[in-house]
Each structure stands twice: as C-alpha cells, then as structure tokens.
C-alpha cells in the first residue's frame, strides 16, 4: 500500500517587502557607512560599501518581494532586522503559532482534526530554541497523538521530513503523519550584506501524510519513490549556534548568519540535483519525459531553469516548471511546497509530478508522485 500527501496548507505573514524598499534601506545603510569611514575609505584601509539596486537584484535571483514577520526593523537602516517581541514560557511561541496556522489549513484540505495525527515533524532551516521541541509544542495545541520531533537539513528539510513520514507510515508506528516547515529566514539574514540582502522571505508550510487506502482528500498525491542526497560543504554556512556564546565574540559577526559562496553552489548543486532527479527516475523505471510538474526549491530562477532542462532534456515551459520567488523570495525547506501548494490545479489523475528541495550540506531531496 502506498501513501500519500493528502493535504498541503500555507500561512504567510502580513508584512511584505518589495525590493525597492529592501534597496532603499540598504542603500541608506552604505551611505551612512561610507561618510563615517570616509577618512579610513580615502587612505584604502577600509573598502566602502556599493550601493544595490532592483535591477541587480531581479537579475541575481528573479525575486521581486518578500513576506516577513516584521517590515518595520528590516527597513529601519540602523538596526536591519525583524523585531521579535519576547513572549513567556507560557505563551505559544512564535514557531509553533506559525505552524498551527498551516497545519489547520492542511488539515482542513485533507478532511482530518488534530486528534488524528500521531506524529509531527518540525522540519525547518532553523528554531528558535533548542529545546523542548517546537514539534511537542505543536503536538500538543494540536491534541495530536504519538510523537513528535524537530529536525535540520537547511533547505531540504521538508523533503527529508517527507521520506521519514513515508518510512513511518511503511513501518506502522504511525498512522498519520504532519510534516511543518515554519520559516523564519529573515532573522537569520545578513541585511548588511549587498549580495545576500534579498535572499530570503517568510512563511510556514504544512503536509499530511497518510495511507492511500484511509485518506478522503480529494487532491491526494501517491509517493512512488524517495531519494535523499548529501555532500559536504562549506559554501553555504551559518555559525550561530549554543556555542557562538562561549567563544567570546560578537552575536553579530558576518558568520553567525546566512554566508554563501553564490558562484560555487550554483555550479556544484546544479548538476548533483539534476543527477540524483535523473538516476531517481531510472531506477523507478519512470521516463523524465512524462513528467507534468517539476516543484523545485526556489532559491534563484537560472538555478532552477537549468536543472528542470536537464532532467526534460529541453527548456521547461512556466506550467511544467513553476516558480514562486517573485512573490515569496527563497523560504528555504518550505520553498518547493510553497510551488506545490500554488501550482496543483489542472493536473490530471495518474499525472507524474516531482518534488525537489536543495541546499546548504550540500543536501538535496527528490519525492517522486503521482496524481490521485
């Protein structure tokens, strides 16, 4: 007996970001840089700081806006990142609300209650606290049953959480399975930083994972196969962590955010995700060439146009390849369930479909499906 995903919810922040706003705030940010080191910037001991600008951002990446928890102190060009009000031990946290909301709306698409899940998967790029778990902590506003875990792969966190939702459910040790991917990427982004500075947007989505023959949704997808991939890297890399503190420096230094080698992942995780997509579906004895969906990670559109035409063989068309970056921006682990979530509609049944995350490890996730 196969599984399925029997529904997919999403919940996005109000506040949005367009790049001329993101652009205008940096920019005031370099000035402001540039005149307090003038002295030091004109004697070369310190390089000034290039401004940004739309069309280099829009051409860098595709992404036009951005939703974020907080508009108000990314923008504010001397602080340049989300407030984030301190809430008590006993208020829900900030995660497991986000997670709450598209959880129910999975719910909900799947025809189920909380009670009927017996077992959450926390899946994301980062927490906002090490323990007890944020999926407990779901879990129980839930009054679901089981168990319940967080868990890390970056960007690939939601398709990782997806083959172990898959294993669970093969194993029986649950019945029902909802995997969370509650993003807050703006709080772990460098807004000082011109080549990172839009990268990144908010958002939290939600699956059920359940047995083909229980499930009663009317938009279900088969699991036919998983496949999971990881390789180490350097070239994306953030060092916050318990320890930052006992190293006795700055909470704020470059390092303990997002960094990235642009140039070096894009030729390194290109042609590993489009492998592990293409040796994937071989080994299903599934052609590429019957593919209706490619639901891709979306971190930057020439990445995801290129892999989608290797593994057609030709340029996919917007329908066969969708994006969501323009609106959304990178989501990390939610990014490619975001393009799930949007771009269901006019598949037929039996239609094979892909859902592919990748990223930081380097880490890379293939769910190969098929329409109910």
């Known amino acids: 007996m196969k599984n399925v995903i ?24 370099v000035a402001d840089f540039n005149a307090r080191h003038s002295a030091a910037i004109s004697i070369g001991e310190t390089e000034p700081l290039q401004p940004s600008s739309t069309a280099f951002i829009d051409k860098a990446s595709g992404i036009l806006s ?49 009670s009927e899940i017996d077992c959450v998967i926390v899946a994301c790029s980062n927490l906002q606290r090490a323990y007890p778990a944020v999926a407990i902590e779901v879990q129980q506003a839930l009054g ?10 970056a ?6 959480a997806l083959q172990i939702a898959d294993n669970t459910l093969q194993a029986g040790t649950a019945s029902r399975v909802l995997v969370v991917n509650p993003e807050i990427c703006s709080a772990h982004l460098n807004y000082r930083d011109r080549d990172s500075h839009f990268i990144f947007g908010d958002a939290c989505t939600a ?10 949704s009317v938009n279900q997808f088969r699991i036919l196969g998983t496949r999971l991939q ?8 953030n060092n916050f962590g318990f320890l930052t503190k006992c190293e006795d420096r700055s909470f704020d230094s470059p390092d303990t955010y997002f960094v990235q080698q642009g140039r ?11 492998e592990l997509i293409i040796k994937h579906l071989d080994d299903l004895q599934l052609p590429a060439s019957e593919l209706k969906r490619l639901w891709l990670h979306q971190a930057n559109i020439n990445m995801n146009s290129l892999i989608a035409r290797k593994v057609l063989g030709r340029d996919p068309s917007e329908t066969e390849a969708p994006t969501i970056l323009h609106e959304f921006g990178n989501t990390s682990s939610a990014a490619s369930i975001i393009a799930f979530q949007r771009f269901r509609d006019g598949l037929q049944s039996e239609d094979l479909c892909l859902l592919c995350s990748f990223g930081a490890g380097y880490s890379a996730g293939s769910i190969v499906l098929r329409k109910v």
Request: charged share 25%.
């Open 144 to 153: 679901a049953g089981g168990f319940a875990f967080d868990m890390n792969v």
């Open 230 to 237: 990881t390789s180490f890297s350097n070239n994306i890399r």
């Open 155 to 160: 960007c690939s966190s939601a398709t990782f």
């Open 264 to 274: 070096k992942v894009f030729k390194e995780v290109v042609p590993m995700v489009a």
């Open 207 to 216: 699956m059920i994972v359940e047995r083909e023959d229980v499930a009663k």
């Open 66 to 114: 951005r939703y974020v928890i907080d508009k108000n102190g990314i923008l504010d060009p001397e602080r340049m990142k989300p407030y984030v009000a301190p809430r008590s031990n006993d208020q829900i946290s900030l995660q497991a609300e986000m997670a709450l909301k598209a959880a129910n709306l999975a719910l909900d698409e799947a025809g189920l209650k909380g």
């Open 6 to 29: 029997s529904g997919v919810g999403l919940y996005t922040p109000v506040d949005v970001i367009s790049n001329d706003e993101l652009v205008e705030s940096f920019n005031c940010f």
